[in-house]
């Protein structure tokens, strides 16, 4: 049997300082809150805030074909959350939709390995229906996460989707490109720790640009850590470790948590979604990993 991954919603006074919202019980939302379709999971949450409304966008893996779908929550308080729909469906596995605004449209990069390449979507309408617009970077990339620093468009990419030991970097004047690969990259080769992306990369309250890392050295998705990127322009890269900022927690959580998605929502507030996984309750001896 699988280990069932759910959503949690954290809350601290640093994205590296967060713990479960003392308002809330985790997780969130489940696979039993998908009506839609008949859930294994849901996993890789992402957040984005349009006026008053919340909505998080997040993997749902399908029962009868294995296959990814994302699917959509809203919120009015970024706390208590209703599952919708499904969005976005494709013929290959769609996961990690990592989604963010740019120019007043709305876009989301998913992972889409059976594409062969990494993809772009645009909301045609926001949020409820999302349309292919580009190809980006061809080739197997997991959890491509994009980002503007210095005036360029930047996106980490993890090359290796199956070994989650390599880390590759892009960059473009413009968001549809074309991207090229940086000349330092990958940035990492040839280690698990730290290699895979998990989650949006952001601008910490103290001016930081941090990183989100898996580590999958002994378990897929058993932890994440932070980096703090030092130097990034066109020649150059270095980052920092800053350390773990989620790991193995109890119950919906105990397994590992993988991914993290923080929204700045005051000068010492920020707000989360996770996710985390377990076994099920009932829980056979013949057990495997998955990746979202």
């Given at each position: 049997m699988l280990p069932i991954w759910s959503i949690g919603?954290?809350?601290?006074?640093?994205?590296?300082?967060?713990?479960?919202?003392?308002?809330?019980?985790?997780?969130?939302?489940?696979?039993?809150?998908?009506?839609?379709?008949?859930?294994?999971?849901?996993?890789?949450?992402?957040?984005?805030?349009?006026g008053e409304r919340w909505s998080m966008f997040f993997e749902i893996l399908e029962r009868s074909s294995e296959r990814g779908v994302i699917g959509l929550a809203s919120s009015d308080d970024g706390l208590r959350w209703r599952y919708e729909q499904v969005v976005l469906r494709e013929e290959f596995h769609l996961s990690y939709p990592m989604v963010f605004e740019h120019e007043g449209q709305h876009y989301m990069v998913p992972e889409t390995l059976g594409a062969d390449c990494v993809r772009l979507y645009q909301a045609d309408p926001f949020p409820l229906r999302w349309r292919h617009v580009a190809d980006l970077v061809a080739g197997q990339h997991a959890d491509s996460t994009l980002f503007v620093h210095g005036a360029r468009w930047w996106m980490f990419t993890c090359s290796k989707p199956y070994q989650n030991d390599t880390l590759r970097l892009y960059t473009a004047d413009a968001l549809l490109g074309p991207w090229r690969e940086h000349p330092r990259s990958p940035v990492i080769d040839d280690d698990t720790t730290h290699a895979r992306p998990g989650g949006r990369v952001i601008v910490d309250e103290r001016g930081r640009l941090l990183r989100f890392a898996q580590d999958c050295s002994v378990l897929y998705g058993q932890a994440l850590a932070a980096f703090e990127i030092?130097?990034?322009?066109?020649?150059?890269?270095?980052?920092?470790?800053?350390?773990?900022?989620?790991?193995?927690?109890?119950?919906?959580?105990?397994?590992?948590?993988?991914?993290?998605?923080?929204?700045?929502?005051?000068?010492?507030?920020?707000?989360?979604?996770?996710?985390?996984?377990?076994?099920?309750?009932?829980?056979?001896?013949d057990r495997e990993f998955v990746e979202p």
């Amino acid at each position: 049997m699988l280990p069932i991954w759910s959503i949690g919603i954290y809350a601290g006074r640093s994205p590296l300082e967060l713990a479960p919202h003392p308002a809330l019980e985790n997780p969130v939302l489940r696979a039993a809150d998908v009506h839609d379709l008949d859930a294994l999971f849901v996993a890789d949450p992402f957040m984005v805030r349009s006026g008053e409304r919340w909505s998080m966008f997040f993997e749902i893996l399908e029962r009868s074909s294995e296959r990814g779908v994302i699917g959509l929550a809203s919120s009015d308080d970024g706390l208590r959350w209703r599952y919708e729909q499904v969005v976005l469906r494709e013929e290959f596995h769609l996961s990690y939709p990592m989604v963010f605004e740019h120019e007043g449209q709305h876009y989301m990069v998913p992972e889409t390995l059976g594409a062969d390449c990494v993809r772009l979507y645009q909301a045609d309408p926001f949020p409820l229906r999302w349309r292919h617009v580009a190809d980006l970077v061809a080739g197997q990339h997991a959890d491509s996460t994009l980002f503007v620093h210095g005036a360029r468009w930047w996106m980490f990419t993890c090359s290796k989707p199956y070994q989650n030991d390599t880390l590759r970097l892009y960059t473009a004047d413009a968001l549809l490109g074309p991207w090229r690969e940086h000349p330092r990259s990958p940035v990492i080769d040839d280690d698990t720790t730290h290699a895979r992306p998990g989650g949006r990369v952001i601008v910490d309250e103290r001016g930081r640009l941090l990183r989100f890392a898996q580590d999958c050295s002994v378990l897929y998705g058993q932890a994440l850590a932070a980096f703090e990127i030092v130097e990034l322009d066109e020649q150059r890269y270095a980052e920092r470790e800053l350390g773990r900022v989620l790991g193995p927690g109890s119950g919906w959580s105990a397994l590992g948590m993988h991914q993290l998605d923080a929204q700045r929502i005051g000068p010492e507030a920020w707000l989360a979604c996770v996710d985390g996984q377990a076994w099920p309750e009932s829980d056979p001896l013949d057990r495997e990993f998955v990746e979202p």
